[in-house]
């Protein structure tokens, strides 16, 4: 069943309606069906016109989706042979970010990314996607491991943020983050990172710091929350819609700021409702985007992201 976000709520009242006409007719009328069939109709062109104005907070509502496709149903579908590798070498494990040697496409990688999980359990134990120092070093480790192997890294990031815990901020959280970006900076084989839900601050960085960042259309990457932006600048998170429309966090702000490099298209009503078109467009792009990394050398790839960097912001 759906989940309706509240600016879909007369969506949600068409589909109501249709389910009770067609519950209440066992037989249905061929007039009926006529009628329903308009209703269905009615209901798609609503949908479709709501996702193409949506408002930087709405976007930021659909970004964090439950039902949004996560790293586990990425890789499930994207690629083969997935092999995660666990821990730091340092501390422990970290289950809010995942990764491991994977086949896309006939060609052998690393992937990396968050994990919010799916349900009340696996969202605790996943610890909502926000990685501690133990994930960060882990996700070092493993860059580094594709760089000695000679293998393309492909990220995908979906985090609030990183953990703000006492323990995170105690084993070096903030050292962490800052070396997980170095690591992204300084490999020499191509790095393409995709954020496809919410891209939070430095945790997401850590992860981002790419030759390519993909970004998917209705996702958002932002240095902070609108709720934690609003909080800071008027005292209340109330105010987290204001705040989201003029920190430019959505696909479409960042490619005309050229911090993302493209946007991935997702079908009609966001990536939530039909989840294998949109990871099978977001393959499409990242298999784009390898193709016309791996021909340059190691010295190119790691001046090509530096330039990128150090070019935002500049006029």
Request: net charge negative; hydrophobic share 45%.
């Amino acid at each position: 069943m759906d989940q309706y976000l509240d600016f879909e709520k007369p969506v949600a009242e068409l589909k109501e309606r249709i389910a009770d006409l067609r519950a209440s007719a066992p037989t249905i009328e061929s007039d009926l069906e006529g009628d329903i069939a308009k209703l269905e109709a009615k209901a798609e062109k609503l949908l479709a016109d709501l996702y193409a104005n949506l408002t930087p907070w709405q976007k930021t509502k659909v970004a964090r989706h439950p039902n949004r496709p996560h790293f586990k149903d990425l890789t499930a579908r994207l690629f083969e042979d997935f092999m995660p590798l666990a821990g730091d070498r340092g501390f422990g494990e970290d289950l809010a970010i995942l990764g491991g040697f994977a086949t896309f496409r006939g060609r052998a990688v690393m992937v990396i990314g968050h994990e919010k999980g799916d349900d009340t359990a696996s969202r605790l134990r996943h610890n909502f996607g926000m990685g501690k120092p133990e994930g960060y070093r882990k996700a070092i480790r493993l860059m580094e491991l594709a760089d000695r192997f000679g293998l393309p890294i492909i990220t995908l990031v979906d985090t609030s943020g990183a953990f703000p815990g006492v323990q995170a901020e105690e084993r070096g959280q903030a050292e962490a983050i800052a070396r997980s970006t170095q690591a992204c900076l300084d490999v020499s084989v191509p790095v393409v990172a995709a954020i496809v839900g919410e891209g939070g601050s430095g945790g997401a960085v850590a992860l981002a710091a790419g030759n390519r960042v993909l970004m998917m259309e209705h996702a958002v990457y932002s240095v902070i929350s609108p709720e934690g932006c609003a909080s800071i600048l008027w005292r209340t998170s109330d105010k987290a819609a204001d705040a989201a429309g003029a920190m430019k966090i959505t696909a479409q702000d960042l490619l005309g700021l050229k911090v993302i490099d493209s946007i991935i298209r997702e079908p009609v009503g966001g990536a939530h409702r039909s989840p294998e078109v949109a990871i099978d467009a977001l393959g499409q792009a990242i298999e784009k985007a390898l193709d016309e990394l791996v021909t340059l050398p190691p010295a190119e790839l790691k001046t090509d992201r530096r330039r990128k960097f150090l070019a935002m912001g500049s006029l």
